[in-house]
Each structure stands twice: as structure tokens, then as C-alpha cells.
């Protein structure tokens, strides 16, 4: 190819370039033209699930368009995930996940999805806690009583968890490890199981998200000794955190959802969801119905949901590794 030919080539391409440039605010302009997707990776009517609608709900009055729902439940999310990963990137199906997404990533080599590789991440939606909830007549009335009983009665008490590599048993695992606990842990078939467990008196103790935990706490059954997240929750505000109450300044072990889309999402698109979500999160209404599901809205920027399931991946890879936990 001659010099003359290839500066004109090269013009040619800037020139081209520089007309995409131009189009593509021109389609978040135009964005959305038809229904968008909200696909989730949890059953219909679950909590998450009614705040996922709602989402989708102000999603599409900010937007002046329509927006659906489709649950994709089952395998703990995978299907769900999968499904977003595999969706066209035009910005017409966007995904919700939660904090198990990254316990997958962390233990399995056998996923339909790469968290770091096949989503853009949009935005953090909220965070919750769970709490450190003992039978109401275990005789510890603090974190470090349990402890303290825990080490006299080596491999006598037990924790339940509603079943392995959850949320629940991964953060007990770590709990264990920073403290040097010797307990058993009773796996259950789901959460309501594992909280009749501890309501019976079958388990010792378990961590239990908050709204599910506070019923039976309000009840007297059963007895709240700290919280997992690196704040006290305003629904519990005199329970300590976990970190507080074992002088661990870095334990932490939240609950949270995000929206994500499918990787090379246009970026004016992304950046146009990301502004209409935290424009979402920031009305009272939103941020009332979170406070009665103990949760918290947590708007981010993407960078920051990056970096929070890159750090959550490889910290309960550890915590599975050094555990011996396998996925299920």
C-alpha cells in the first residue's frame, strides 16, 4: 500500500470513528424505543423480588418507556446470571444480582458466566446486614460471652445456615476463623428451616438476614448479639457489630444487590441507567420501602460495584478454601 493510500485510509477511519461518536449519544438519546428487560436470578415473590419490581416500575417512568420483569431462578441464581450474560448488549435487558453471584465466582469453575468478563456494571443498588442471633436461653448475652463458651465446650455447640456456601455459612466460616471458635455447623433446606432450628433450640446460634431475623427477635425467641456489616443498622441500633464486639476493624460480611448489563452495553446507555437508578434510589419512597426490608440504598458509581465484586469474589474464595467448603 502506498504512503498516499494509507493517510488516506487513515483519514478515512478517524472520520468514521468520529461519526460513531457521534451516534452513539444520538441512541441514548432515542433509548428506550421498546420494552426493557429486568431479568432476575431469584423466584417470584421473594422480597428481592418486589423490590426488583418496583425498580423496574420507576425504571420505566424515568425513562418513559416500559420495562418487565422475567425471574430466571434456580441453581442459587446461576440460571438467572447465565441468562443476563448470554442477553444481547443493547441496553434491553439489564440484570439484578446479589452478593451470591460472587460466591459462585469464587468457588466454581463450571459457570455459564465470568462476573469480571461478561456484565457492565451499572450501579449498587442496596446493602443489608445479617445478625449474630443466639436461642434465647444459650447462657451468652455478648459475642465474646459466645466465644468464651464456645472455647471452654470445644466442638459442643453448633451453628445452623440455610445450606452450604450460602451467605450465611460462608460468613460463620469466617467468624470462626477470626475468632478460633470450634462449632459444628448444621446445614438446613433454606432459610425458614434454619430459623426454626434456632426458634426450637436445635442450633446454638446462626446469622440471619435482618428482616428475616427480626420477627422472631421482636418475639423474645431468640437473642440478637451483633450485626455482620461494618455499621450498626438502624433497626438494631444498640446490637453491636460483629467487628466492634471482636476488635476486627476489617469483619464484614453484607448483603447487597446491583444492577449489571451484559459486557459492551453501549456506554452512553450504561451511563444513562446508571443516572436514572441513582436518580431511583435517591426518592424517599425507595429509600422508606428499603428501611422496612432493613435495607440501605447504596448508589455507586461502576467502578465502585467493580471493585466490590472483585473484593467479595476473592475473599470468600478464601474463606472456602481455608474452610474446606465446596459449592453445591
Not at 102 to 117: A, N, S, V, W, Y
Not at 187 to 195: D, L, Q, R, S, Y
Not at 250 to 258: G, I, V
Request: proline share 6%.
Amino acid at each position: 500500500m502506498s504512503m498516499k493510500i494509507r493517510i488516506l485510509f487513515r483519514c478515512a477511519l478517524a472520520a468514521l470513528w468520529l461519526g460513531l461518536a457521534g451516534v452513539q449519544p444520538a441512541w441514548a438519546q432515542a433509548y428506550p424505543d421498546r420494552p426493557v428487560r429486568l431479568l432476575m436470578s431469584f423466584s417470584a415473590g421473594s422480597g428481592v423480588d418486589t423490590f426488583g419490581r418496583l425498580v423496574a416500575q420507576k425504571l420505566a417512568d424515568r425513562l418513559g418507556g416500559s420495562t418487565y420483569v422475567e425471574n430466571k431462578g434456580g441453581a442459587g441464581g446461576i440460571i438467572g446470571i447465565g441468562a443476563m450474560a448470554k442477553a444481547m448488549p443493547d441496553g434491553y435487558t439489564i440484570g439484578l444480582i446479589a452478593n451470591t453471584a460472587t460466591i459462585h465466582q469464587g468457588m466454581r469453575t463450571d459457570l455459564p458466566f465470568d462476573l469480571k468478563e461478561d456484565f457492565a456494571y451499572i450501579t449498587l443498588l442496596a446493602r443489608g446486614a445479617m445478625v449474630l442471633a443466639v436461642r434465647k436461653d444459650l447462657p451468652a448475652q455478648t459475642l465474646p460471652e459466645l466465644v468464651a463458651l464456645a472455647k471452654a465446650r470445644p466442638g459442643q455447640l453448633n451453628y445452623g445456615t440455610p445450606g452450604i456456601a450460602t451467605p450465611h455459612h460462608l460468613a460463620t466460616e469466617l467468624l470462626k476463623h477470626e475468632t478460633g471458635m470450634d462449632v459444628l455447623h448444621v446445614p438446613h433446606k433454606g432459610a425458614v428451616e434454619a430459623i426454626n432450628g434456632l426458634n426450637n433450640g436445635s442450633v446454638d446460634f446462626e446469622l440471619i438476614a435482618i428482616q428475616s431475623a427480626l420477627p422472631h427477635l421482636k418475639s423474645g425467641r431468640i437473642r440478637a448479639l451483633a450485626v455482620t456489616t461494618a455499621s450498626r443498622q438502624p433497626v438494631l441500633k444498640d446490637v453491636p457489630t460483629v467487628a466492634e464486639a471482636i476488635g476486627r476493624p476489617d469483619f464484614e460480611a453484607d448483603l447487597w444487590y446491583a444492577i449489571v448489563a451484559p459486557a459492551r452495553i453501549p456506554p452512553a446507555i450504561a451511563a444513562k441507567l446508571t443516572r436514572e437508578l441513582h436518580a431511583i434510589l435517591g426518592t424517599a419512597e425507595v429509600r422508606n420501602i428499603l428501611a422496612e426490608q432493613a435495607m440501605q440504598a447504596a448508589p455507586s458509581t461502576p467502578e465502585e460495584l467493580r471493585a466490590l465484586i472483585d473484593r467479595d469474589t476473592r475473599k470468600w474464595a478464601k474463606v472456602a478454601r481455608e474452610a474446606g467448603i465446596v459449592g453445591q
